[in-house]
């Protein structure tokens, strides 16, 4: 799978996995995800993400609403996935012709990186479900659903995000599971900038 594949199918993705919680917790409405995503404007933490072919790449991941999101993948993988400034670039360690970019809004990880969130938007949400732990939300640019889509698991008590996966426009899924994510905190905006980030590496 190409990096930029490996980004969109999946620079989020998740295989589903139990998560403890209540018996039955109640479903997390629209309004209440959409407001849990506006106000998580920081976040970082560790992450694992399942691929399309089955292989497994791990990481740490920094989230800076809105349109900042930076994927720091371990070895022996060593890439570097960043959002910034309207654009993802995608950094691999083997290629010595600078990073592969392309438009941030073509990804449907646009979709939790939106300055607002309205999952209630006329044709964004295709599905929403609970199975009494966890509720599972599909959304899609409802402008552009060619693009794919990205499918979010939250706990409830308090709400959380634990897990995406996205589709990317030729079908191909990616699962990011989050691991001890923390909402807060400062992080330098060095982290999102790709031209920064291509001098660094001459």
Same mark, same amino acid.
């Given at each position: 799978?190409?990096t930029r594949?490996?980004? /969109?199918?999946?620079?989020?993705?998740?295989?589903?996995?139990?998560?403890?919680?209540?018996?039955?917790?109640?479903?997390?409405?629209?309004? +209440?995800?959409?407001?849990?995503?506006? =106000?998580?404007?920081?976040?970082?933490?560790?992450?694992?993400?399942?691929?399309?072919?089955?292989?497994?790449?791990?990481?740490?991941? $920094?989230?800076?609403?809105?349109?900042?999101?930076?994927? +720091? $993948? #371990?070895p022996?993988?060593?890439?570097?996935?960043?959002?910034?400034?309207?654009?993802?670039?995608?950094?691999?360690?083997?290629?010595?012709?600078?990073?592969?970019? $392309?438009?941030?809004?073509?990804?449907?990880?646009?979709?939790? /990186?939106?300055? #607002?969130?309205?999952?209630? =938007?006329? =044709?964004?949400?295709?599905?929403?479900?609970?199975?009494?732990?966890?509720?599972t939300?599909?959304?899609?640019?409802?402008?552009?659903?060619?693009?794919?889509?990205?499918?979010?698991?939250?706990?409830?008590?308090?709400? +959380?995000?634990?897990?995406?996966?996205?589709?990317?426009?030729?079908?191909?899924?990616?699962t990011?599971? /989050?691991?001890? /994510?923390?909402?807060?905190?400062?992080?330098?905006?060095?982290?999102?900038?790709?031209?920064?980030?291509?001098?660094?590496?001459?």
């Amino acid at each position: 799978m190409t990096t930029r594949r490996k980004f /969109l199918a999946g620079a989020a993705a998740t295989a589903m996995v139990g998560f403890a919680g209540p018996a039955q917790a109640q479903q997390l409405s629209l309004a +209440e995800v959409s407001n849990y995503l506006n =106000r998580l404007q920081t976040a970082q933490g560790g992450f694992t993400q399942i691929n399309g072919d089955g292989t497994l790449s791990t990481g740490q991941i $920094y989230i800076k609403r809105p349109g900042r999101i930076r994927f +720091e $993948y #371990n070895p022996p993988d060593n890439s570097l996935v960043m959002a910034g400034g309207g654009s993802v670039a995608v950094f691999d360690p083997r290629s010595n012709t600078g990073p592969e970019r $392309y438009p941030l809004n073509q990804t449907p990880l646009k979709i939790i /990186l939106e300055q #607002n969130v309205n999952l209630g =938007r006329a =044709r964004m949400v295709t599905g929403h479900t609970s199975d009494g732990t966890t509720t599972t939300i599909t959304a899609q640019d409802p402008d552009n659903p060619q693009y794919g889509n990205i499918k979010m698991v939250f706990t409830a008590n308090p709400v +959380e995000l634990r897990q995406w996966i996205v589709t990317d426009d030729v079908g191909e899924t990616t699962t990011v599971i /989050l691991n001890d /994510l923390r909402a807060g905190g400062a992080i330098d905006n060095i982290k999102f900038n790709i031209l920064a980030e291509t001098n660094k590496r001459g």
